[in-house]
């Protein structure tokens, strides 16, 4: 897997963007240049389900049903209307102090007609998931998938069925 340079600089301002108060996903936050974050692994994104709020810069409501779920190197999710899946990689950076590499393998998808505003998001979400070469978790245990310099999305836990 390819890792650029400067992730793990980019996960510390992502995490001191992103930063925010409390204990998610049962994980113990550490300080880390004046932010609290959590330590990552690459493995540790195995059998977790996400809701995504952020693409960009444009914020996603629940109605617009954007999910990531990740199990066993394969990921599979909601980009709008459409359903998406394939494989992911992770591996973990300086020892998962910050952030670790990720990268998917190319998504199939399904392709029905989105109705609203089901096209516009779907437009904003793979683009961005294609971009996808780390992750972080910010204090508050969000996911930050990030591109380079970028955060590209932001997801929550997802809400136990």
Do not use: K
Not at 73 to 102: I, K, M
């Amino acid at each position: 897997m390819m890792i650029r340079t400067g992730v793990v600089a980019v996960a510390l301002v992502a995490a001191l963007a992103f930063s925010g108060q409390g204990h998610a996903n049962g994980l113990t936050p550490v300080q880390g240049d004046g932010a609290m974050q959590y330590p990552v692994s690459g493995a540790m994104l195995d059998g977790t389900d996400w809701r995504a709020v952020l693409v960009g810069a444009s914020r996603l409501s629940a109605d617009d049903g954007v999910t990531i779920a990740f199990a066993e190197g394969r990921v599979s999710g909601r980009s709008g209307c459409n359903r998406f899946t394939g494989g992911y990689e992770a591996e973990t950076l300086d020892g998962g102090a910050v952030a670790a590499a990720l990268a998917f393998g190319p998504l199939a998808g399904t392709r029905m007609a989105c109705p609203g505003r089901g096209d516009e998001v779907e437009a904003m979400v793979l683009p961005a998931l294609e971009a996808v070469d780390g992750f972080l978790l910010d204090a508050s245990g969000r996911l930050l998938l990030l591109s380079g310099a970028e955060v590209v999305l932001v997801a929550l836990p997802a809400d136990p069925a």
